[in-house]
Structure formats: structure tokens, C-alpha cells
């Protein structure tokens, strides 16, 4: 059985003050069937000093390869500096930046193909969950990359989702165990029509006080942590029960 994915995302917060503790931290813990996945923000990712007990991950990556592209930041540079994972299609990004689902699949893309694993966010707002709509946006989420150009190129058959409802994340109300499983099921079978085989990672609001219910989610196979893993000491409780269970 493959390690159970503990994402931190540190988002726009954080210092070396903070990247120096997880470091010393993780270097001398080990957290058994636990993977701690690091999601730095940018200026700290070139700083990492590469430990065997967890993987370094990039919030965000350019759907560019190279070139004359103020700002950006290729998958190529994310994976030299020690780069396994990304986050793509963060419901903040989509937000914030205004990122559509065909931007978001050209970032998986080129992500893939210099061989970076892509953390792949989806989730539907309050809005759409009280209309009845939230299958109808995680299959528009899913479908348009899917069926993106050149995604059967370099997708062969797993893909790591992040189920984040919108209204969970940064909330403090997580969803039920019965709302994650009842969402992973239709992304599942979505996933496995489409020839895809998905690790299943839910996020939003997750804390070191839920996170051992939220561990009896049948097909969960990961965390995306934000705001409890600004704190060593809770990421470390977090690190500790889903290495427990
Ligand atoms: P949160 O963030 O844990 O602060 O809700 C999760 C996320 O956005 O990935």
C-alpha cells in the first residue's frame, strides 16, 4: 500500500524561521505509512534541503516550458531545485488569478511531462452545493482536463485529486465523512470511465481535531492541510494520528 499523503500548504505565509523547524523537525522524526508533503511557498522552495521522510511540492507552476515569461516558473526550474509534487488548480488560484479549468490543464500538463506530480484541486462552491449542482461541477472540473490536448499524451493512469469544497476551506467546518465519501465516489468512477486510476486526498479546514475522523473516509488516501500546519506542533499532531491509524 502506497504512504498516506500529509499536504502541507503554506500558502502566502511562512519563513525560513518555519521552513527551519519543519526541517530540523522532519529530519529527526519518522512518521511510519506517513509521506509529509511540503508545499512551499516559492522564494523558500531553492532553501529545502532534501530528507528522505518527506517530499517538497510547489503551490504553483506555469503552463510555459520557457521563454520570455516575466515571473514565471517552468516545471522544469520546480523540478532542478527538488520539486515531486504541485498543487494545480487550487480553488484560490481559480479565484484569485482568475485561472480557467483550460489554464489549469495546461499547468497538469506541463507539470507531467518534465515528470512533476501534480496535486489536481477541485471542489464546488456553497452556491453550487445548495443548488444541487456539485457533480455538475466536479465533472465540468474533471471533464476539461480530461479532455485537454496532449492529456492522454502524458497521463498514463494515476492521478492524485484533492476534493476541496470551497465552503470548507479556511472555514473551520469541515465536511461530513458522509459528504466526502458521497463526492469521492462520483469522482472515482468519473476518474476510473476516463482510464484514470485516483489517490484521493480531500482538504478544507482539516485540523489535528478532526483528522483522526476524517481518516475513516473509505478511499481517502491523503490530507491538504492549510492553516494547521503554519504551526509545527499541529502538523506534528496531524503527522502522528494519520501514522497511527
Ligand atoms: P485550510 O486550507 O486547511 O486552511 O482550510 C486548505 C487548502 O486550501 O488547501
Not at 507531467?112 to 506530480?117: F, I, Y
Request: charged fraction near 20%; glycine fraction near 10%; proline fraction near 2%.
Amino acid at each position: 500500500m502506497s504512504e498516506f499523503l500529509c499536504i502541507a500548504n503554506w500558502k502566502l505565509q511562512g519563513s525560513k524561521a518555519l521552513l527551519a523547524s519543519y526541517q530540523y523537525q522532519l529530519s529527526t522524526m519518522v512518521f511510519p505509512g506517513v509521506l509529509p508533503v511540503v508545499c512551499l511557498p516559492t522564494p523558500f522552495l531553492g532553501l529545502w534541503q532534501s530528507c528522505t521522510s518527506a517530499a517538497l511540492a510547489a503551490q504553483n507552476v506555469d503552463a510555459f516550458d520557457e521563454g520570455a515569461v516575466t515571473g514565471g516558473v517552468s516545471a522544469r526550474m520546480l523540478v532542478d531545485v527538488g520539486c515531486r509534487y504541485v498543487c494545480v488548480g487550487h480553488s484560490e488560484r481559480r479565484e484569485l488569478f482568475l485561472e480557467d479549468d483550460n489554464l489549469i490543464a495546461r499547468k497538469y500538463i506541463a507539470a507531467k511531462r518534465c515528470g512533476l506530480q501534480p496535486i489536481f484541486c477541485i471542489g464546488e462552491s456553497l452556491a453550487a452545493r445548495a443548488a444541487g449542482q456539485t457533480e455538475v461541477v466536479l465533472r465540468r472540473q474533471l471533464g476539461a482536463l480530461f479532455n485537454a490536448e496532449g492529456f492522454d499524451a502524458v497521463e498514463k493512469h494515476a492521478i492524485i485529486i484533492a476534493y476541496e469544497p470551497i465552503w470548507a476551506i479556511g472555514s473551520g467546518e469541515v465536511a461530513t465523512v458522509g459528504a466526502i465519501e458521497e463526492a469521492f465516489g462520483f469522482i472515482q468512477s468519473a476518474c476510473q470511465r476516463a482510464g484514470q486510476q485516483a489517490t484521493m486526498c480531500y482538504g478544507g479546514s482539516v485540523s489535528a481535531d478532526n483528522c483522526s475522523a476524517l481518516r475513516t473516509c473509505r478511499g481517502l488516501e491523503g490530507l491538504l492541510i492549510g492553516k494547521a500546519c503554519l504551526d509545527w506542533d499541529n502538523f506534528e499532531r496531524i503527522l502522528i494520528q494519520c501514522s497511527g491509524y
